[in-house]
């Protein structure tokens, strides 16, 4: 009986997600560029959680990986590099645009290489001192984005790198609409399926994780440290699996932002992204799947809908509050007002001793 | 030679004002453990308060000499701060003081953001230039040039972590702030009131933060909304790089890091061939965080703290 409950609210929301961008596509595809973002948002969110969640690390630079990523694929996959370097276009005279299944891997790859390269000087620092670290980190990658536009011009500076190629799957191109008998998908509602796909992936992946016994050595040295090491845990490689992980996450995300924006500047990866993917974690519930998911779609989302929304009041306080400051006074607030409420997360792990209590009356 | 002089010059000043919003940052986290993100925006809110201050005194009463406008509304910038970090502490903080360590964390940050699009909203986005009030006239210094402004910042610095070493070293405040941050528990057994030291280890670091903020303008002739990050994320790297909850370690990094930006920003152009600029100058404090955070993982002059989960 509840099996059968469980399998039909499943099949419910698997169309409703499917549908969701066909329904949404007639109001215009601003709503499902929301949806798009706050998909990727949940990438992201999904990839810190193993760093902050599991392995208890607190990492302020998170978006140096969407950084990496990103213009690992901006680099790869536009014009950019021919026009920088004579011998790039001499090789490549129509520019570089290498396929997906090259540029994605490297970008993810790459990210994992920086994810580690972080972790290995700051394996000795603990709580806060990781945090500032991390958070120097993200602002060092930044700063040399917005800077290596000279004496070489790798990344275009402040100016940021355009005409990014989209992303085709055998000969289908995300980037055009396409028609499936008498229904058009539009361009986002196909970005849509694929942010769904990868977000339906990684949490399997993040799931499965977590049972395994990788992830219970990263939350033993979440709880203690010095404990799990006792206990033989290889903790120095395990936080370093944990940094590269949760940057593989970052720099696919990252890899998926500039194919679905075909833009990247320095700008849309500030320390401020950064802090908005932590918060989206620790609003949602930290360490704990469904929470993280929460988090990351409240935080993403909520304030763009408001936006949209927001005509009414901008007109009612003569345009002192516009949209932008609207936006950030909702997410500030809800920063503040959720965690008084519930400084656990809007939807936390169970408690432990809890859990192994039901899991005792259970069976 | 005198190019580094002047360097110099410019790095103990700059040090100076990182060192005073560290001694902020360093006793928050003495006392409660916490990163006060909105420590930043409390010295905007200073910089600001002070402008609004000095523009209305030289409108309605012309004839006050700038020293004492100044001054009037560096007094005023102070309370109000205090008064802004108390009630921040009381509404953000202290309810959360049992709770997970990273829920308080997540406040403060949305405090910073509050902080910052109230200030847009009182204040106006744009840049306001901030009235140079003292004789603006260079003084020779041995090939280099120091303003009046710059030598009042470096009096003002040394007047207040006087004060603040007198407070915490010799009054009955201060055995109870070092108390509360050696162990809260015990403290309070001994009759010590954690609520009030809080309290007050807030007010004292947002007055700090309000003198920072107003030499900060001063020094640069502008102030605007989103002033208090940069100078706030660079202090709080001084704090760890001194060993965070140290307040001798917190000026020591504020004024090292200081010193270590104005000669790097001067000097790594011609030592790279001109491959890093001196717009690189911003990340100059991370790079040696790293460096000495790997070296010495609790800072300069943290204590090694025995392992506790």
């Known amino acids: 009986m509840m099996k059968e409950h469980r399998l039909l609210s499943f099949v419910i929301a698997a169309v409703a997600l499917l549908l969701l961008p066909l329904l949404l596509q007639p109001f215009g595809n601003a709503w499902v560029r929301i949806v798009d973002m706050a998909l990727l948002y949940v990438l992201l969110a999904l990839g810190l959680n193993i760093v902050v969640g599991y392995a208890g690390l607190l990492d302020l630079g998170y978006v140096a990986f969407f950084a990496v990523g990103g213009y690992m694929f901006a680099l790869l996959a536009s014009p950019h590099l021919a026009e920088a370097f004579p011998l790039i276009a001499a090789a490549f005279p129509n520019g570089l645009h290498l396929p997906i299944w090259a540029v994605i891997p490297l970008a993810a790859l790459l990210a994992a290489v920086f994810g580690v390269l972080l972790g290995a000087p700051t394996l000795k620092l603990r709580g806060d001192y990781l945090a500032i670290v991390t958070l120097g980190f993200g602002e060092i990658i930044r700063v040399f984005l917005n800077n290596l536009d000279r004496p070489i011009n790798l990344t275009n500076g402040p100016k940021g790198i355009s005409q990014i190629d989209g992303i085709s799957f055998f000969g289908v191109s995300l980037n055009r609409s396409l028609e499936v008998g008498p229904i058009t998908i539009n361009s986002v509602s196909l970005y849509y399926y694929l942010f769904l796909a990868l977000v339906v992936v990684s949490v399997i992946i993040c799931h499965r994780l977590e049972q395994s016994r990788i992830g219970r050595a990263w939350m033993a040295i979440r709880e203690d440290e010095i404990a799990a090491k006792a206990m033989g845990i290889n903790t120095r490689n395990l936080k370093l699996l944990a940094f590269g992980m949760g940057a593989t996450f970052g720099g696919v995300s990252g890899a998926m932002f500039a194919a679905f924006q075909g833009f990247v500047s320095p700008e849309s990866f500030s320390l401020m992204e950064s802090v908005m993917i932590v918060a989206m974690v620790v609003l949602g519930g930290i360490g704990h799947l469904p929470g993280v998911i929460l988090g990351a779609l409240l935080l993403a989302a909520l304030p763009e809908v408001l936006r949209h929304v927001a005509g009414p009041l901008q007109a009612m306080t003569g345009g002192r509050l516009d949209a932008a400051i609207l936006r950030q006074l909702l997410i500030a607030l809800a920063m503040i007002g959720i965690m008084l409420m519930r400084p656990r997360g809007l939807w936390p792990a169970p408690e432990h001793g809890q859990s192994l209590a039901q899991r005792q009356g259970g069976a | ?309």
Request: charged share 10%.
């Open chain 2, 1 to 309: 030679m005198e190019v580094l002089l002047q360097q110099i010059i410019n790095g103990l000043v700059l040090g100076s004002m990182y060192a005073l919003i560290a001694l902020g940052y360093t006793m928050v986290y003495g006392i409660i453990n916490l990163i006060n993100f909105a420590h930043g925006e409390v010295l905007m809110v200073g910089a600001l308060t002070s402008w609004t201050i000095i523009i209305w005194m030289q409108e309605s009463m012309s004839g006050t000499p700038g020293w004492l406008i100044l001054l009037i509304a560096l007094l005023i910038a102070c309370v109000v701060c205090a008064a802004l970090n108390f009630a921040i502490e009381k509404v953000a903080y202290r309810p959360l003081r049992n709770s997970p360590k990273l829920a308080p964390l997540i406040t403060a940050i949305g405090m910073s953001i509050l902080l910052q699009t109230l200030a847009m909203m009182i204040w106006k986005p744009n840049y306001k230039s901030y009235p140079t009030l003292l004789p603006s006239a260079p003084i020779e210094l041995g090939g280099a040039v120091i303003t009046v402004t710059q030598v009042c910042i470096l009096a003002v610095t040394a007047i207040s972590l006087a004060l603040l070493m007198f407070i915490v070293n010799h009054t009955r405040l201060g055995r109870a702030m070092r108390a509360t941050a050696e162990n809260p528990r015990v403290a309070a057994l001994m009759g010590v009131k954690p609520d009030t030291v809080i309290s007050a280890t807030f007010i004292i670091g947002a007055v700090l933060a309000a003198i920072a903020g107003v030499m900060y303008a001063s020094n640069y002739g502008t102030a605007q909304h989103t002033m208090g990050f940069l100078p706030g994320l660079k202090a709080f790297t001084a704090a760890v790089f001194g060993g965070i909850g140290n307040l001798q370690g917190a000026v020591i990094g504020g004024i090292l890091l200081g010193l270590i930006e104005s000669i790097g920003a001067g000097y790594i152009g011609p030592l790279t061939g001109g491959f890093l600029g001196s717009h690189y100058v911003d990340i100059f404090a991370f790079m040696v965080l790293i460096v000495v955070l790997t070296l010495r993982p609790s800072g300069l002059l943290g204590e090694r703290v025995a392992d506790r989960a």
